[in-house]
């Protein structure tokens, strides 16, 4: 029934697309790397239909969520792709947290949306495509996905932010699933800190990546967010850093994601 709702909600979305222009596909992309089809929402301009080349924004959903998750928090991204001229892309990134599981060959979602996916959407669709034109964000799981992809990727991502992010792991072992994929933690310590976001601030410096960052005060994840704040300004790394008022839900990111887009048009306006 669920998957019912879901198909019906994204086929009104299509069918009123004459009245937003913009175009909503569901769309089936190969894995190679996982030898399966991912679920993927592609939000295109009317412009990008029409075969003008946009800019792309990559959104992450968090654990529990799915391909359907951002246009469910932000019913009107259609009519945003319209107005800034941007194509939204939102994968099924299952609950792998973004990484290429050590312990699971099917998990393997790093390679999937950093390599495999990228190139199908510059394949298939008219897009600036390099990295002055490509961003990532996303929300808690999300966030740290599009923070772990964007700094281990950044000859493909030029900017990245997120909005309530897991950015570091360690203190939650046995939440949503990520010893799954990594094993336990107590066992497998090294692992854990190897794929943790926190602890790959080391391969960027100021410059490499336009970064966003932000948490609401009442988020069980406002500590970690703010450890990431502080070791970037260690680092002396740029980046914009806000706490507002807010929890870890839907409310907040549909609030968040707002600022994001601005963060990104700005990032996208500085290579014309």
Known sequence: MKKQLITLFVALLCISGSARAAKVDTL???????????????????KAVAGEK?????????????????IGIKPELPR??????????????????YWDSPLNKD?????????ELVDYVDSHFATKADRDHRVITGLSMGGHGSMWLSIRHKETFGAAGSMSGGLDIRPFPNSWEM??????????????????????????????????????????????????HEKLLAKKIGHDFTVR????????????????????????????
């Open 28 to 46: 089936s992309v190969h894995s190679n790397a996982m030898d399966k089809g991912v679920t993927v929402v592609a939000i295109r301009p009317d």
């Open 54 to 70: 946009c800019p792309v924004v990559y959104l992450l959903h968090g654990h529990g969520g799915n391909a359907f998750t951002w």
């Open 80 to 97: 945003i792709a319209d107005r800034d001229g941007v194509i939204f892309i939102c994968p099924d990134g299952k609950n792998s947290w």
């Open 107 to 115: 998990y393997r979602y790093e390679t999937f949306v950093s390599k």
């Open 179 to 228: 010893k799954l994929q990594l094993g336990e933690e107590a066992s497998n310590r090294s692992v854990w800190d190897s794929h943790t976001v926190i602890n790959q601030l080391d391969k960027i410096e100021d410059g490499d990546l336009a970064i966003i960052i932000d948490c609401g005060s009442d988020d069980f994840f406002l500590e970690v967010n703010k450890a990431v």
């Open 245 to 272: 008022p807010g929890a870890h839900n839907g409310k907040y990111w549909g609030n968040a994601i707002d600022y994001h887009l601005l963060f990104f048009k700005k990032f996208f306006n500085k290579s014309k």
